[in-house]
């Protein structure tokens, strides 16, 4: 799990492994937690999309406005 959540982390051009991180590594075809995911109905994309899309809005709010 640690070293698809480092790669992931490396994708995204991050030099922290976060929980963000973790949970897309966990979410990987076939493992259990994206087994689980989808008996409960939740499609493990969608998270993972989700989770991409809040951390680079996150980002971009997160950075000041340019000067006049």
Known sequence: ????????????KHDYLSA?????????DGSITNQFLRQQG???AVVSD?????????SVQAQPAPLP
Do not use: C, D, G
Not at 50 to 57: S, V
């Open 1 to 12: 799990v640690r070293n698809v959540a480092e790669s992931t982390a490396k994708q995204w």
């Open 20 to 28: 963000e991180h973790l949970m897309m590594a966990l979410m990987v």
């Open 42 to 44: 939740i499609e493990p």
């Open 50 to 58: 989700t989770l991409y899309q809040m951390l680079f809005a996150a």
